[in-house]
């Protein structure tokens, strides 16, 4: 059965599936627009971005490749330590490649910032950053994001993707997390 009744812990649902999926179809025309020359590798960043990675991909009408890395960069809180360690890194080569780095959300832009060096090290040819969600600290950090599904307030979200403490991912929609959730 679908989920359509919002999950008791959701305080609300900031976007609907609906909302998600139409924006990721606007950003996937404008991606095959832009790689047409050359179609990009997407990087997917798990686990959080399985969701727009999945629905995103096949709004792209290109031969794209799709490859995957995982990094931590929080704990099961809610605030970013900063530390980024690589879990699961690339099964390719990306010398001389269009890289498309495909997230979930940026909150504080860390993890962005060292993920960015770290595949500018590996020779690509060009390397930007597809996001479905934005948190408005992220704007003081000077990354340059090329397609940014929708910017959000500063609130902890859950959904699509995104968890608290391994949770919620399978929600089909993105909502605000409960606090009494996380706070005591
Ligand atoms: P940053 O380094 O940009 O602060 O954090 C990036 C990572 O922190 C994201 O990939 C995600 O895993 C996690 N994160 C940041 N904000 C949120 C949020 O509101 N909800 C969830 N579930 N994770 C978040």
Redo the contacts with the bound molecule.
């Keep these: 059965m679908p989920q359509t009744h919002p999950h008791p812990d959701v305080d609300r649902v900031l976007l609907d599936e609906q909302q998600i999926s139409d924006r990721l179809a606007e950003i996937g025309a404008q991606i095959a627009a832009d790689y047409a020359d050359e179609p990009p590798i997407l990087v997917g960043?798990l686990k959080?971005a399985v969701m727009v990675m999945a629905d995103l991909a096949r709004q792209i009408d290109l031969s794209v490749e799709m490859d995957w890395m995982a990094v931590s960069?929080?704990g099961s809180g809610t605030k970013?330590s900063g530390v980024v360690r690589i879990l699961k890194d690339l099964s390719g080569d990306i010398t001389g490649r269009n890289v498309l780095i495909v997230?979930?959300?940026?909150?504080?832009?860390?993890?962005?910032k060292w993920l960015l060096s770290n595949l500018r090290s590996r020779g690509p040819k060009s390397v930007e950053i597809a996001t479905l969600l934005r948190?408005p600290e992220?704007a003081r950090v000077e990354i340059d994001v090329k397609y940014v599904g929708f910017d959000i307030p500063n609130e902890?979200?859950?959904g699509y993707g995104?968890?608290?403490a391994e949770n919620y991912r399978n929600l089909p929609y993105v909502g605000v997390l409960e606090r009494s959730v996380y706070e005591d």
């Excluded at 979930?104 to 993890?111: H, N």
């Design positions: 960043v959080g960069s929080y970013s997230e979930d959300i940026i909150d504080s832009g860390l993890t962005l948190k992220a902890f979200v859950i995104l968890d608290f």
